[in-house]
């Protein structure tokens, strides 16, 4: 079994940063991919952006280019995401995913993992 657990959501003003955490546990951590997700209420989940943990090759959803990195510390056993010039509709609740699978993708069902999530509010 793997647990995740996210931290680092808060409450900024538009133009603001934050970095989300998202720390690995249990038996063996087995995720070939990690990623970060987002829904905001009324809507799906949607992809933020993923990281290969082989390779650290990664992929971003077009409305985060620029704005957002994610990033590995294996150390650690823990991923990051900075986000930057930070906007109200990046209000959401963001989840971390882990994925079994060497191919990043954007759709969560194919993520095997997930943390319980934390609340990010950008006011205007």
């Known amino acids: 079994q793997v647990q995740l657990v996210e931290s680092g959501g808060g409450l900024v003003q538009a133009g603001g940063s934050l970095r989300l955490s998202c720390a690995a546990s249990g038996r063996t951590f087995s995720a070939a991919v990690m990623g970060w997700f987002r829904q905001a209420p009324g809507k799906e989940r949607e992809f933020v952006a993923a990281?290969?943990?082989?390779?650290?090759?990664?992929l971003y959803a077009d409305s985060v280019k620029g704005r957002f990195t994610i990033s590995k510390d294996n150390a650690k056993n823990t991923m990051y995401l900075q986000m930057n010039s930070l906007k109200p509709e990046d209000t959401a609740v963001y989840y971390c995913a882990g994925d079994k699978s060497i191919v990043v993708r954007r759709i969560a069902a194919a993520f095997d993992y997930w943390g319980q999530g934390t609340q990010v509010t950008v006011s205007s």
């Open positions: 990281i290969r943990w082989s390779d650290r090759s990664t």
